[in-house]
């Protein structure tokens, strides 16, 4: 899949049609399914180039324009699924954590109905740009975006051979490292992959509990208004000092806000989930 340099930017007529040259480098069983995917944005491309040249209006608009629209999203999510797949590398039940990867995972129908990424992009929610935990192999997104902080689950700590404690094993989830072990053999710190929030896990046999830990920094959203015109802006503190000014497609505060923890996401991963913003007019 090409990556885009400017991800709000539809590919032009001649990137689609590089694309078409570079399916038929893929490996057969994965040329096949990612060829009819690729003539059904085109459909969608063409139908949309349809919709603009015509008149306003005209018959067959109604019920039919907007099943078409719907139509295209699906095309549109459907290709955003497959680009986090290559380049998150993280699907349904699986996960291709190792890169580069030279032939694009199989995907079928199943995984289709069963990908929980796949569903949170048809909700209109932007994608992780890394895989989130997993809870008995299924991707755990609540665990890192919702406002619920105590989780009862499954838990073991794995020790090294000098008793020292490494990892933790969470429902059924092995990546899950120790940051620091607050109580011996009781309660722990731990993060995920060295992204993410911060956990605070309780050992209290034969049960645990994991709980979120609150932020440890704080970062101010700036609101301009200049001319009517409203802007959004995180000021962000580099670690060599001085202060870097991260502009947010948002119109409201709430989108600014999610739009700035994406920004932390994939610039810095292992501070996602632990920032508080500061809203400053």
């Keep these: 899949m090409q990556s885009m340099q400017n991800e709000y930017t539809p590919l032009d007529a001649d990137e689609l049609m590089n694309l078409a040259e570079r399916i038929e480098h893929l490996p057969t069983a994965d040329a096949e399914w990612v060829g009819r995917l690729y003539q059904e944005c085109l459909r969608a491309r063409m139908h949309e180039a349809e919709l603009l040249s015509g008149p306003v209006g005209a018959e067959g608009g109604g019920e039919d324009s907007e099943f078409e629209a719907q139509l295209e999203q699906v095309a549109l999510d459907a290709a955003e ?73 499954d838990a073991e700590i794995v020790r090294n051979e000098s008793e020292q404690a490494v990892a933790a094993i969470i429902a059924a989830c092995p990546d899950w490292g120790i940051v620091e072990e607050v109580v011996k053999d009781r309660v722990y710190i731990v993060q995920h992959r060295a992204k993410g929030p911060l956990f605070r896990l309780h050992l209290n046999h034969p049960a645990a509990t994991l709980r979120r830990e609150p932020p440890r920094w704080t970062r101010r959203i700036r609101l301009q208004d200049r001319g009517g015109v409203r802007s959004y802006t995180l000021e962000w503190t580099p670690a060599d000092g001085g202060v870097q000014h991260v502009p947010l497609r948002a119109a409201t505060w709430e989108r600014a806000e999610s739009e700035a923890g994406y920004w932390i996401a994939s610039k810095h991963p292992q501070m996602y989930g632990q920032v508080r913003f500061e809203r400053v007019d």
């Excluded at 497959?82 to 954590?97: E, K």
């Design 81 to 153: 699924w497959l680009r986090t797949l290559w380049d998150v590398g993280y699907m349904g039940a699986g996960s291709f954590p190792s890169q580069p990867r030279s032939a694009f995972p199989l995907v079928d129908l199943e995984d289709v109905h069963k990908s929980s990424l796949f569903a949170r992009i048809r909700e209109g929610k932007r994608p992780l740009p890394f895989p989130p935990p997993t809870r008995q192999g299924l991707p755990w997104h609540d665990l890192v975006e919702s406002q619920e902080e105590t989780h009862q689950v």
